[in-house]
T-cell receptor
Framework: AQSVSQHNHHVILSEAASLELGCNYSYGGTVNLFWYVQYPGQHLQLLLKYFSGDPLVKGIKGFEAEFIKSKFSFNLRKPSVQWSDTAEYFCAVRKSGGSYIPTFGRGTSLIVHP | NAGVTQTPKFRVLKTGQSMTLLCAQDMNHEYMYWYRQDPGMGLRLIHYSVGEGTTAKGEVPDGYNVSRLKKQNFLLGLESAAPSQTSVYFC??????????????FGEGSWLTVV
């Protein structure tokens, strides 16, 4: 069965620190990859997605993610976090050609101190 | 364009009571989903639907039923609520076309407490 692992469950950073959140998946075929963000008290919103092409994907609010096929990874990065980035981050993976139901990781809670 | 709308947003139930959560989307999406979100568990898929009149079980379907009588609506029912069903419930929808990458659009959540 396809699974998605987010290794960092809780991350605490100070403003201006760099961020990298890990996401690994277990499916070996072609995949679509997503990062969603959930700000406190709000619903999930799409941060960025990889479907095909350039494996370095840029999203909203200065976030980017790199798809490394050989490592089955899609890590999320931001060079300098802000207090407003405090949120929960979810990685999701959908295998191409299968059902259109993505599998979500358990989420990473990010707290940024001002 | 309201996107995905869920009602009610908050509800407290007694054990054994029944209730229905309503989800409506105005984006003409084929796929609709119900997730529950619990601390440390992330998002878990309860049921989903790939089109009007069809439903399927997700990861944690027990204790829930769903119906998709109209394309724009997806109802989640709890016939006999249990404290273990205390959670935040998210409805979502998406297109099915491969070109969209199947981005999922979420509603704002429904906070359910069963006492």
């Amino acid at each position: 069965a396809q699974s998605v692992s987010q290794h960092n469950h809780h991350v605490i950073l100070s403003e201006a620190a760099s961020l990298e959140l890990g996401c690994n998946y277990s499916y070996g075929g072609t995949v679509n990859l997503f990062w969603y963000v959930q700000y406190p008290g709000q619903h999930l919103q799409l941060l960025l997605k990889y479907f095909s092409g350039d494996p370095l994907v840029k999203g909203i609010k200065g976030f980017e993610a790199e798809f490394i096929k050989s490592k089955f990874s899609f890590n999320l990065r931001k060079p300098s976090v802000q207090w407003s980035d405090t949120a929960e981050y979810f990685c999701a993976v959908r295998k191409s050609g299968g059902s259109y139901i993505p599998t979500f990781g358990r989420g990473t809670s990010l707290i940024v101190h001002p | 364009n309201a996107g995905v709308t869920q009602t009610p947003k908050f509800r407290v139930l007694k054990t054994g009571q029944s209730m229905t959560l309503l989800c409506a989307q105005d984006m003409n999406h084929e796929y609709m989903y119900w997730y529950r979100q619990d601390p440390g568990m992330g998002l878990r898929l309860i049921h989903y639907s790939v089109g009007e009149g069809t439903t399927a079980k997700g990861e944690v379907p027990d204790g829930y039923n769903v119906s998709r009588l109209k394309k724009q609506n997806f109802l989640l029912g709890l016939e006999s609520a249990a404290p273990s069903q205390t959670s935040v419930y998210f409805c979502a929808s998406s297109l099915w076309t491969s070109s969209s990458g199947n981005t999922i659009y979420f509603g704002e959540g429904s906070w359910l407490t069963v006492v």
